[in-house]
């Protein structure tokens, strides 16, 4: 497993920006399909944006229909890191922010889905 800590949460106007970054430790963070998940209070954790590890078959980005055009993940494997770029943000974007690793086998081995603790967003005037 991976160990994941959030951070570049706040509070934002409706229509700002905000970048949320996720640091990974271990070595072999690049194989890893990454995600940003989000929870609102009341509400179930929901799929935000995944991008894909070295494994993954696929190479595209994907996002929820409810950020398409205004969030974009990426990451950066040498630095260990995956960011969420977030803009023309509304009060339901308002959520705790999760970042994710996928489950994965590699070299014999396999590990598990790894969870950050979250960083909270708040949009509001």
């Known amino acids: 497993q991976v160990q994941l800590v959030e951070s570049g949460g706040g509070l934002v106007q409706p229509g700002g920006s905000l970048r949320l970054s996720c640091a990974a430790s271990g070595s072999i963070f690049s194989i890893f399909t990454m995600g940003w998940y989000r929870q609102a209070p009341g509400k179930q954790r929901e799929l935000v944006a995944t991008?894909?590890?070295?494994?993954?078959?696929?190479?595209?980005?994907n996002y929820a229909d409810s950020v398409k055009g205004r969030f974009t993940i990426s990451r950066e494997n040498a630095k260990k890191t995956v960011s969420l770029q977030k803009n023309g943000l509304k009060p339901e974007d308002t959520a705790v922010y999760f970042c994710k690793a996928a489950p994965a086998y590699c070299g014999g081995r396999s590990y598990a889905a790894s969870w950050g603790q979250g960083t909270q967003v708040t949009v509001s005037s």
């Open positions: 991008i894909p590890g070295t494994l993954s078959s696929g190479t595209s980005t």
